[in-house]
């Protein structure tokens, strides 16, 4: 089975270290990245969406404020060891109301906002994870929406191997995860495409929320996917020809797993009965951040919310949104 590789090499605390080992203040990178968006076709006010408060930094989307935690993956055998972090969205409104992540990420419709925001989040969580990780030795998972997917035509990575490049990383250092509905619903085909660009860059591919059903091997194989996470209560529910496909993925595959949701010593014991590479969830340590302490603050010079009804390419379905709309 193939392992993680020790892929970033430690960083100063608010340095990045470029690839001609010249360490790169955080402020300056934030102030390239605000002026690359600047000049993008289609951006959401404010005019700054990248700000440094506290050591962190906050993206600003119109009226709301968008910042990271980070979640460990372990080695299954050795829990103490850290293969992974996985990039988990953060987000408020200017009064410091929490934001469900899938609500805000539902609230785009035209195909540019939708980019743009993903962009952004993406962004955001790079920065972030360079800025905190006191040791930055493991890949970052960082999520990729079906509907970004579909959006950009091509040249899928592309855009974010520039943020990486300036940071002086390359796509070797992130896995782009992405949910299996995105492979298996009517729009597979174009979704396959764009993984394959990802995959012809660098970046490694993980599946999530994968369901053992009959065909998974097909299916992954058409994906060429690197890593699959299974949510360790279907293990539980797993029935024996699940079982025997997953014993399969184990141990005549090179793909790697991962077990997420592990919130009990027991549910921990069993994904290890399966023989999976990692384990993630609450049993090892909640996401690494704290909340905004200052978010009405952070919002000042954001897009007001009775302006929002100017920007014509964002509606929201989910009340606690309303104000945007």
Do not use: F, W
């Given at each position: 089975m193939a392992k993680y590789q020790q892929l970033l090499v430690y960083q100063e605390p608010q340095h990045i270290q470029t690839n001609e080992e010249k360490a790169v203040p955080l402020t300056s990178l934030i102030d390239y990245f605000n002026d690359q968006i600047s000049q993008s076709e289609f951006r959401i006010l404010p005019d700054q969406p990248l700000v440094l408060r506290d050591g962190r930094v906050v993206g600003r989307f119109a009226t709301v404020l968008l910042t990271s935690a980070f979640q460990i993956v372990v080695r299954a055998r050795d829990p103490e060891c850290v293969i992974g972090h996985e990039a988990l969205l953060r987000a408020y409104m200017g009064n410091g109301q929490p934001i469900a992540p899938r609500a805000l990420l539902r609230a785009p419709r035209s195909p540019q906002a939708v980019v743009y925001l993903d962009r952004l989040c993406r962004m955001v969580?790079?920065?972030?994870?360079?800025?905190?990780?006191?040791?930055?030795?493991s890949p970052l998972f960082v999520n990729v929406r079906t509907e970004h997917l579909l959006r950009v035509p091509d040249n899928h990575g592309w855009y974010f191997e520039q943020v990486l490049q300036r940071c002086g990383l390359t796509p070797q250092h992130v896995v782009i995860d992405v949910?299996?509905?995105?492979?298996?619903?009517?729009?597979?085909?174009?979704?396959?495409?764009?993984?394959?660009?990802?995959?012809?860059?660098?970046y490694r591919v993980s599946i999530e929320d994968l369901d053992l059903a009959e065909g998974v091997f097909d299916l992954l194989w058409r994906v060429r996917a690197d890593i699959v996470?299974?949510?360790?209560?279907?293990?539980?529910?797993?029935?024996?020809?699940?079982?025997?496909?997953?014993?399969?993925?184990?141990?005549?595959?090179?793909?790697?797993?991962?077990?997420?949701?592990?919130?009990?010593?027991?549910?921990?014991?069993?994904?290890r009965a399966f023989n999976v590479d990692g384990l993630q969830g609450f049993y090892f340590g909640a996401p690494e951040a704290d909340p905004l302490e200052h978010p009405r603050e952070m919002a000042h010079g954001v897009l007001e919310a009775r302006a929002w009804a100017r920007v014509p390419s964002l509606a929201c379905p989910d009340a606690r949104l309303q104000f945007c709309c």
């Open positions: 969580h790079m920065l972030n994870y360079l800025a905190q990780r006191e040791s930055r030795s949910h299996a509905s995105a492979i298996q619903d009517a729009h597979a085909g174009q979704v396959h495409t764009a993984l394959a660009n990802y995959r012809e860059r660098g996470k299974l949510d360790v209560r279907s293990l539980l529910r797993a029935d024996k020809s699940q079982r025997g496909r997953l014993h399969r993925l184990a141990e005549h595959t090179p793909i790697e797993i991962i077990a997420t949701g592990v919130e009990t010593s027991e549910q921990a014991r069993t994904a």
